[in-house]
């Protein structure tokens, strides 16, 4: 299983990862949805450049503020305001959202701080979460610290969004 690069992957290592969540996809006769702040919907663009991504792939929703959080994924507006967007708890909302809202067997949500502005000192530029739940599972996420500029966090988490989701079908 390809693991994320230390750098910036490039389109190709990003497209070459996405074929093999395709495969994957289609060997457990499962529909992927995707939810995406930091990344604006990257996940799903490089997803649904493989041919026949129909066959696997179900929806995208990108939500950047809260409002679209709570509106499109059912975040709690509480979690919001006690952890904010970009946190575990969020995270995991939003995956579980996506999962109960869109009806796919298996989804993947990201949120994070892509930069150059926004970084606090508890959650710095490069901060982002990532989750994953498959149908009659458990949601789970992992924090991730990227380094770069913005294109570059951004890339790294697509990369890693996509291995999670490879890992996902495998456990």
């Excluded at 500029?149 to 456990?171: F, H, M, Y």
């Amino acid at each position: 299983m390809p693991t994320v690069p230390q750098s910036a992957p490039t389109d190709a290592e990003l497209s070459a990862l996405a074929a093999h969540v395709a495969t994957d996809l289609q060997q457990h006769k499962l529909m992927l949805v995707t939810a995406e702040s930091c990344t604006g919907g990257w996940i799903a663009k490089t997803l649904t450049d493989q041919p026949g991504s129909s066959a696997w792939f179900d929806a995208g929703v990108v939500v950047y503020s809260y409002e679209a959080k709570e509106a499109l994924l059912g975040v709690n507006p509480r979690t919001l305001e006690h952890t904010g967007a970009v946190s575990e708890e969020t995270v995991l909302e939003m995956v579980s959202g996506a999962m109960a809202r869109y009806g796919a067997g298996v989804a993947v949500a990201v949120t994070g701080i892509a930069g150059p502005s926004g970084g606090t000192s508890d959650k710095p530029v490069g901060t982002v979460w990532i989750g994953w739940k498959r149908r009659g599972g458990y949601a789970h996420a992992q924090l991730f610290h990227f380094d770069g500029d913005r294109e570059a966090i951004r890339r790294q988490s697509v990369a890693a969004a996509l291995n999670g989701v490879r890992k996902a079908l495998t456990e």
